[in-house]
């Protein structure tokens, strides 16, 4: 008899739309596009896809907790300091404050971006 194996990482999904790095996602229909700031959140992407054009993949992996991933936010990201809350924001961000709480701040926000641990990943509606 064989041990069973857990591993652990991302999942792959078909994008349902074009999807860009840095990215929350949700499920709709088996495939992945952008999550809202309200409702249900999958994980994260951290590469492009797009179902229409040829020259990108139209599968694409997700991340979800616990894992570390730069999230685009709305706004200015360096009003999101190592260790707050990051929230769902629409179009896929994130954001400081919100309904939907994702994760945690691993570093200060730069560049329009936010290192976030995703430890509350994936969220139902």
Known sequence: MSNPTFRSGPITFEAGQKLEPSTLVKIDGGKAVPASATGAVFGAVTEKADPVNTAKPNAI????GPAAVKLTATGKAEDIKAGDAVYAAVGGKV??????????????????KVL???NLLPVSA
């Open 61 to 64: 992996a997700i991340h979800y």
């Open 95 to 112: 954001a400081k404050t919100g309904t939907v709480k994702v994760g945690v701040a691993a570093a200060d926000g730069a560049g329009g």
């Open 116 to 118: 976030t641990i995703l």
